[in-house]
């Protein structure tokens, strides 16, 4: 295996271990924690991620690729018709939640004392904006966005209504399941946003 490739595998296995130490334990824990439950040294993971918040940002960034959700996302965003694309991006997006809802509800409850983690949660949730306005902008094109609308609004309506803080007080303070969030807030998007 070339050095390049075995360097690639260890920070992958870093950061997949860090996903599920933050998953049990909250994004609070150190670089020193994150080595030794990684069985690497705590100069390996700096000589990897520099800072913390280098850390954190690959993290976020690896769980999309991990979990696959862009291509998820854009696969949906191909389908014809728009009100069967809005509900798959949105599937696509509810799936993805119930994988990083422990990590991202730590992130948010850090944020505001925490650069770091501030750092990776806003750089998650301004590609998530991104992705949604390219799926509102697609159903404007094709005539189905209500006249209600303007795309930026809209777009804005869709990402605070799909976020993991929504998504976490269903979850947590009513007791709704995963696909009982997931279908009731397809719904009510599509309902609000199309024709």
Not at 49 to 58: E, H, N, Q, W
Request: a negative charge.
């Amino acid at each position: 295996m070339s050095r390049k490739k075995a360097r690639g595998v260890t920070r992958n296995e870093i950061l997949d271990r860090a996903w599920d130490l933050i998953s049990e334990k909250g994004a609070d824990i150190s670089m020193s924690q994150i080595a030794a439950e990684s069985h690497v040294s705590r100069q390996s993971v700096y000589l990897h991620f520099k800072t913390r918040g280098g850390l954190l940002l690959a993290l976020v960034q690896r769980a999309d690729e991990r979990f696959e959700v862009k291509e998820g996302f854009f696969s949906a965003l191909e389908i014809e018709d728009p009100a069967q694309r809005l509900d798959e991006c949105l599937k696509v997006w509810f799936e993805f939640a119930v994988k990083i809802h422990p990590v991202a509800t730590d992130l948010i409850r850090l944020r505001k004392t925490d650069d770091d983690a501030n750092t990776a949660w806003t750089d998650r949730m301004a590609d998530l904006r991104t992705w949604e306005r390219q799926l509102v902008q697609s159903l404007a094109d094709d005539g189905a966005l209500s006249d209600d609308w303007q795309v930026d609004d809209a777009a804005d309506f869709l990402w605070a209504s799909t976020s993991i803080q929504i998504w976490d007080i269903l979850y947590n303070d009513r007791s709704w399941n995963a696909a009982k969030i997931s279908e009731l807030l397809r719904r009510s998007v599509a309902k609000t946003l199309l024709h």
